[in-house]
């Protein structure tokens, strides 16, 4: 008998398999996905009543973001979240011409220069109009 860990087996459940509620909230946030500025942006957004519709749990969204960056000809991936009592969660991502690090600094948040999120108060709309604007000057 051979003893130790199944490498295909922890990959498969680690970095593989999705919860039923993470498979419905890419769903959701796909449909709602908006091409922006020529194709450059895509903007998408999840609110709390979609979480509570597929019994979400904390993690769910995960990779919700990179999806918009993944698509051609996409330079910026925008995707907005609510969090409990804190406002609403932007998550931001790009490939190549823009540091999204610098747009969430702005506004107290952080990251990397491909990779940065930040927290805000507001609304879904007014949330999108604000980073869209910081976008804008780096396309």
């Known amino acids: 008998v051979r ?5 295909s087996d922890v990959y498969q459940k680690a970095l593989k398999t999705k919860t039923r509620a993470s498979f419905e909230l890419n769903k959701i946030a796909n449909n709602r996905m908006e091409f922006l ?25 995960e990779g919700i973001v990179e999806v918009g960056r993944d698509i051609e000809g996409v330079e910026v991936s925008i995707f907005v979240r ?5 406002g609403l969660k932007v ?13 969430a600094l702005m506004y107290g948040g952080g990251g990397h220069q491909k990779s940065a999120g930040f927290s805000v108060n507001g609304d879904f709309d007014t949330v999108k109009e604000l980073v869209l604007k910081e976008v804008r000057h780096y396309l």
């Open 82 to 86: 609510p969090i409990k009592g804190k």
């Open 91 to 103: 998550s931001l991502r790009s490939n190549d011409k823009v540091n999204v690090d610098e747009i």
């Open 3 to 7: 003893k130790g860990i199944k490498v």
């Open 37 to 61: 500025e020529n194709g450059k942006v895509t903007f998408t957004y999840l609110n709390l009543e979609d979480k509570k519709n597929v019994n979400a749990k904390t993690g769910d969204h």
